[in-house]
């Protein structure tokens, strides 16, 4: 198989299985053959022989029985625990998500999402509150970033979320988000009854607004806003030499 051919000594797949593995983000087919190829005396190797590899390994840790594999998330190559084993799993995910993002970033977060690319005036228009202070909290957790101005007045900041918000997420594009048919078939579960009308307010609101072309057909802001998390911070978004200052 390709996996266990040669390369300076070591099996083709163990190499790709200890980039991924030491990688801080997931690779690329692209960037996995380039690395490989840039050591000395490495024979010429492609993108489709990387992904063939993978595939083999994946293959093998399937027959085993492993408990992770090799998954596309984020664009690349990561490796991740099987879907089977989601129910020994729980326990962390749910102390993870306590200390990730508030609910009040998480809101914002899916506004981003679904409307990138995005000015702050927009964000806080459809959430009704000044959001400067979660925006620079998602910028600081490199969940957004900044994807260049509006062409109008005020040249307003957009923003759009990144690769780490992908991998956060545990998905590999913003196509395999929650279309709004999907959305409204979760919120049908009696558990989610509380959560409904929120949801369906908020999927309105996300709806491309028609006739708005600049910041101008935003009202004004009442000066309300976000609390800061954790207290941490007096909440005053100011404005400072950052993406969201309140003058664009």
């Given at each position: ?225 976000d609390p800061p998390e954790n207290g941490s911070e007096n909440g005053d978004s100011g404005d400072q030499e950052n993406p969201d200052a309140k003058d664009e």
């Amino acid at each position: 198989m390709l996996k266990d051919t040669e390369i300076n000594g070591q099996r083709f797949g163990a190499i790709i299985e200890a980039i991924i593995f030491a990688a801080e983000k997931p690779l690329t087919a692209d960037e996995i053959a380039r690395i490989i190829t840039g050591t000395e005396l490495a024979p010429p190797i492609g993108e489709d022989e990387v992904a063939d590899v993978i595939n083999e390994i994946n293959s093998e840790l399937e027959e085993q029985g492993r408990a992770f594999t090799i998954q596309v998330k984020g664009g690349g190559y990561t490796f991740a625990t099987q879907p089977k084993f989601h129910t020994w799993l729980e326990h962390f995910q749910h102390q993870n998500a306590k200390r990730k993002i508030s609910p009040s970033a998480v809101e914002t977060l899916a506004i981003i999402a679904y409307r990138q690319p995005i000015t702050k005036p927009e964000i806080d228009h459809i959430r009704g509150v000044d959001s400067g202070y979660i925006v620079r909290q998602l910028l600081e957790k490199q969940l957004i970033e900044v994807a260049g101005r509006y062409e109008g007045p005020g040249r307003a900041l957009l923003y759009r979320t990144t690769t780490i918000f992908l991998q956060h997420f545990g998905i590999n594009s913003i196509d395999e988000l929650p279309k709004p048919r999907e959305i409204e078939e979760i919120l049908k579960d009696d558990d989610m009854a509380e959560h409904r009308q929120l949801m369906l307010e908020l999927k309105s609101e996300l709806r491309p607004p028609e006739n708005e072309t600049d910041e101008s057909a935003f009202p004004e802001e009442d000066g309300s806003q976000d609390p800061p998390e954790n207290g941490s911070e007096n909440g005053d978004s100011g404005d400072q030499e950052n993406p969201d200052a309140k003058d664009e």
